[in-house]
């Protein structure tokens, strides 16, 4: 149906969360997440805040946006401003680029409980704006 690369810097959190989000969506999409600059695992406060969701994003690893350069896609989405400035020239056809900007969850400070309440308000944040995607670009093709 469709393949779609989410990008952002670290691939720890809001890509993560999104590629979670879209493939939850509908399984004939074809949903990848890579980062700019991969961090060596998933963010644990990403991986409990897709739990409350239903969603185990427990398995997932970051990857690196070059695994993915010489691949056609029909969207690349960054989701973080960094992943949009530094996002590399991909070679292989790209039909529609997108940015959906949200905070960084992983910056956040304080409590282990005050980070959980950033990650889940982003995480509602993500999930909000790509089902909003989602049934603009697909839900006409169901």
Known sequence: MAKILILC???SCRSQMAEGFLQSLDS???VV???TSPAARVHPLA???MQET???ISAKTPK???KFVRDAFDYVI???DNARDSCPVFSGKVDHRLHFGFDDPAKASGTEEEKLRVFRRVRDEIKTKFNEFYRSEFS???
Do not use: E, Y
């Open 140 to 142: 006409k093709t169901r």
């Open 9 to 11: 810097s670290g691939n």
């Open 33 to 35: 997440s890579a980062g």
């Open 78 to 80: 960054t989701v973080c």
């Open 64 to 66: 690196n946006v070059q």
């Open 47 to 49: 991986v409990k805040a």
């Open 28 to 30: 004939r999409l074809t």
């Open 54 to 56: 239903g969603i185990d």
